[in-house]
């Protein structure tokens, strides 16, 4: 009897038990647009016996085990999109259902997903780290050859704009012209120039037509990306074929003569097999020096003689991809292209004509679930590209390899997350000793690197990130060490405030350690030349024989152009003494006089109570011509900055710690602020004269009297001349005085007598411009902005970045009595504002306004001042998708008052330019 009691309570037990048998729902969240996942959206399901649910996982999985058999409702949800309720829906016995939610973005994506500022998927509020995100809509809306010119209103970028397709981006400051600070990845793979380490902006393969997002992360990177990454990294990220097929196409024209074309082509077979073709080409009249403009001048005098700037700008650009799918969760991906561009381009020893330069690439990717590895190859080809200083041809066929591999891994239920990788490096430099001189043939440069990450969540609200890489290379010794710790907190759904350390440090790129290239040869008679040299120091520069014995030497020169921003006239050629003939003095006064407006003249002489009429004026300066005088004496010149020998270039090591907050306010205000303080030791400068010279400047002190002299001489044997002075009333030694006074306020400076050469200069007279390190550079910013949702349609936003300093002196830079300056060749005081308005199918339109506060540059042979400049453009656009299907018409104005202004030290002026597009994208 008892076993059957035991039989009846045992059938009893498992029909009452029959619903809460293994079932399991599991699926994916993603993004209804582009198709990638969404970490942490919330699932929750619901019956009448039950109520759970779980969060998607990092690449937008999630799985929820052990629901009892029956009827749910499903509520899928994230912030910034719309939430998704599926009703009804079934799960039997035994079961193992699978559900895929696509959720659709709704106004301000507050959240979004990025994978640079940790190198894998987690959403922007939760990251260690500032980030913007840039979506394809609106990259789409700004019509301009260069994609990059989306990220001129992003927070914390600064983009000096040197051409019609040139741009310069860094983010905090710290630019150059032909800058490579910025680390810059398109689809994971570094788009710099392979060996000259520059970012051209205009042969990357960053189309608009093509860009799916386009990601920022502000500040050092190294403890992930290794050497370089001091600054922030900016992500270009493509479509995939698989998610996005279809064909596009776009025409764009306007002012300037642009003509521009892009197209995209994607599709894919069996769910197996992908690809996708792109290409673009443009050309346009591009902005253009002007000779009557005094800044302008300084640079077209450093063109070699014979040589004529070509304003004719073009680029072309292909490329190529396939995608095939291993398996449901493996990728293998292969992609190459090739860029060919004709530009002026600002470098560090001068402007170059960039003529059919080349630049390639191949890579290969694959991605098989957590595991990630790449390999990929750059090359240039300078093609017939030149120096304008010297009209030499350059030579570059410098590559760039790498190879890569990552695994990330989660346990604990998400709540620890693991990240680890390896990198190798290796740039060949090949420019057949056009740019890299004597150091040919030993300027390889290789780093492998090994690097970790871990995320623990330490509560439902505090996330500590720990990072450590270390790397090492060929150039110096021991291993390098960057180290990053974050404390994430999270005040609830809405809120999260952030506290991070970075360690990094670059290493000096190829042009800071085997630069060896003449920028300008000026001839000065059939013999002999003067020349400005770039050299790098990877092993240091040095001054000993002009400094034996506790005196200065320095060579003399001969007469000439400008170089380096300084009116520099020489006399005598190997003079032992920098002294200068009072004669020269004169004669370098009288030039200067002659481009001083005759009126000007006679204001001037006005304000000191000498009346003397215009035709006068032209009279006198006849007269006064040196030939008519004769000048004695020598003038005592001082040489500009004691000599300093240079060390071997040391690696920059950069500490950085930052606060940031960034919050959603009433599901309508995005808000974010970020602090930091940063400190560079050993820090780089750019390409800076390190040859110091001797100077003559004491134009109203002692030679004036000398003047003087030969004034009263000239007056005593010539009778007109002694009747104009009598009748303006002047004595030859106050008319000596009212012409140094002139010319001094018409701008001569100094004139530049001798330059004292270095042990390493095997030319006399040579001009140095060299790298070296400084001993501290310390600052710090603040990063603010906003974005507003006033409706579905209407969206403004507004920024602003500050930067405690613009120009750091010999004191700041713990290098007192040298005279040292660096400059952060970006502006201390930026803000940015606008709005978008758009109605989908229908028609758009935005505007925004950008301030920027006046800088100082030292870059290289551009030095002088950038001006404040306030720029407003505006945009409108109408979907034609009604009328023909896929067809899109884009216009744009930039600069729309036409101000003038000029971006960067040796780049033009730039004014108003309208450009139209019109699109047409077939499913």
């Known amino acids: 009897m008892q076993k059957y009691i035991f039989l009846l309570i045992s059938i009893f037990l498992v029909l009452s038990t029959s619903n809460l048998s293994a079932q399991t729902l599991k699926g994916k969240v993603i993004d209804a647009v582009s198709k990638d996942g969404l970490p942490g959206a919330n699932i929750v399901v619901k019956s009448r016996e039950v109520s759970t649910g779980a969060a998607s996982l990092t690449n937008g999985d999630f799985e929820i085990k052990e629901l009892p058999t ?20 079934v799960i039997e016995q035994d079961e193992i259902r699978t559900l895929n939610i696509a959720l659709k973005q709704t106004g301000v994506l507050f959240s979004p997903v990025s994978i640079s500022a940790s190198r894998r998927p987690e959403k ?3 990251a260690p780290a500032a980030i913007s995100i840039l979506e394809a809509r609106e990259i789409s809306q700004y019509v301009t050859p260069s994609s990059a010119e989306a990220l001129k209103n992003v927070t914390g970028v600064d983009m000096a704009t040197t051409g019609i397709d040139r741009r310069e981006i860094v983010l905090r400051g710290f630019g150059n012209a032909f800058s490579g600070a910025t680390y810059i990845l398109t689809d994971y793979r570094k788009a710099a120039v392979p060996s000259l380490d520059v970012n051209l902006h205009s042969i990357m393969p960053n189309m608009a037509v093509d860009l799916s997002r386009v990601e920022v992360v502000r500040g050092p990177g190294s403890a992930l990306y290794g050497a370089g990454v001091d600054a922030g990294v900016i992500h270009y ?37 992908g690809y996708k073709i792109t290409g673009q080409y443009a050309q346009a009249d591009d902005w253009q020096l002007n000779s009557r403009d005094s800044i302008d001048t300084i640079e077209l005098n450093k063109d070699a003689l014979g040589t004529t700037r070509n304003y004719d700008y073009q680029k072309m650009n292909i490329n190529g991809l396939l995608q095939y799918r291993l398996g449901q969760k493996t990728i293998l991906t292969a992609n190459s292209g090739f860029s060919a561009l004709d530009a002026s381009v600002l470098s560090a020893i001068g402007t170059v004509q960039a003529d059919d330069f080349g630049y390639s690439y191949g890579q290969l990717r694959l991605q098989s679930g957590r595991f990630f590895a790449q390999a990929y190859l750059n090359k240039n080809n300078a093609g017939d590209s030149f120096i304008y200083g010297t009209g030499d041809k350059v030579v570059d066929k410098s590559t760039l390899f790498n190879l890569q591999a990552q695994y990330d891994l989660e346990f604990s239920d998400g709540k620890q997350q693991l990240v680890f990788g390896l990198d190798y490096d290796r740039t060949t430099p090949d420019t057949d000793s056009t740019i890299f001189g004597r150091n040919e043939n030993n300027d390889l440069i290789s780093e492998f690197g090994i690097y970790g990450q871990s995320l623990t969540k330490l509560s439902p609200k505090f996330d500590l990130t720990l990072a450590l890489r270390a790397d090492k290379n060929n150039i110096e010794d021991g291993l390098q060490l960057s180290p990053r710790a974050a404390l994430v907190f999270k005040a609830n759904a809405f809120h999260t405030f952030r506290a991070t350390y970075n360690r990094a440090y670059s290493l000096p790129g190829a042009n800071s350690l085997f630069l060896d290239i003449i920028g300008a040869e000026i001839p000065l008679t059939d013999e002999f030349s003067i020349i400005q040299r770039g050299r790098g120091s990877i092993n240091g520069l040095t001054f000993s024989s002009a400094t034996a014995g506790g005196v200065i030497r320095a060579s003399g020169l001969l007469p000439i152009p400008t170089i380096f921003g300084q009116e520099l006239i020489y006399s005598g050629i190997n003079q032992p003494t920098p002294n200068i003939a009072a004669a020269d003095v004169y004669s370098a006064i009288f030039t200067q006089l002659n481009q001083i407006d005759p009126e000007q003249i006679q204001l001037l002489l006005a304000a000191n109570g000498v009346e003397l009429e215009a035709q ?38 950069t500490h950085s710690m930052e606060m940031g907050y960034k919050g959603l306010i009433r599901n309508k205000i995005l808000f974010a602020v970020d602090a930091y303080y940063t400190k560079k030791k050993n820090f780089v400068s750019g390409n800076t004269l390190v040859t110091p010279r001797a100077l003559y400047s004491n134009f109203e ?64 007279g040579e001009l140095i411009g060299g790298y070296r390190n400084f001993g501290d550079v310390d600052f710090w910013g603040l990063d603010a902005s906003f974005q507003y949702l006033a409706s579905d349609r209407l969206n403004l936003f507004g920024n602003i970045s500050f930067v405690s300093d613009d120009l750091f002196d010999d004191d700041e830079l713990n290098e007192p009595g040298t005279g040292l300056q660096v400059a952060l060749n970006a502006t201390s005081l930026k803000w940015k504002s606008g709005f978008s308005y758009d109605i989908p199918k229908s028609y758009s339109i935005n505007s925004s306004v950008r301030f920027i506060r006046g800088f100082p540059v030292r870059s290289g042979t551009y030095v002088g001042d950038v001006e404040d400049y306030f720029l407003w453009d505006i945009g409108a656009g109408y979907d034609f998708s009604g009328f023909v299907s896929g067809m899109r018409f884009d216009f744009t104005l930039q600069n729309v008052l036409n101000n003038e202004h000029r971006e960067f030290i040796g780049a033009p002026q730039i004014g108003r330019l309208a450009l139209a597009r019109l699109s047409y994208t077939l499913p």
Do not use: C, W
């Open 70 to 89: 029956g009827e749910y409702e499903i509520i899928v949800s994230f912030i910034g999109y719309a939430t998704e309720t599926i009703k009804d829906f």
């Open 124 to 126: 922007t509020l939760e």
């Open 616 to 653: 006068n004026v032209q009279f006198f300066l006849s007269i006064l011509n040196p030939q008519n005088l004769d000048i004695q004496g020598q003038m005592n010149t001082e040489i500009e900055f004691a000599p300093v020998d240079i060390e071997p270039l040391k690696s920059t090591i």
């Open 237 to 273: 990220l493509t479509k995939d074929p698989f998610t996005h097929p279809g064909t596009a196409v776009s025409f764009t024209g306007g002012q300037r003569s642009t003509f521009a074309g892009s197209f995209r082509h994607a599709n894919s077979f069996n769910d197996k097999f």
């Open 701 to 764: 002190g002692e030679f004036i009297p000398e003047l003087a002299a030969a004034l009263q001489q000239f007056s005593d044997d010539n009778l007109l001349i002694a009747s104009l002075l009598s009748n303006v009333n002047l004595t030859p030694a106050e008319l000596a005085g009212f012409i140094t006074q002139i010319a001094v306020a018409g701008g001569i400076k100094d004139i530049g007598v001798g330059v004292v050469q270095t042990d390493q200069s095997t030319v006399p």
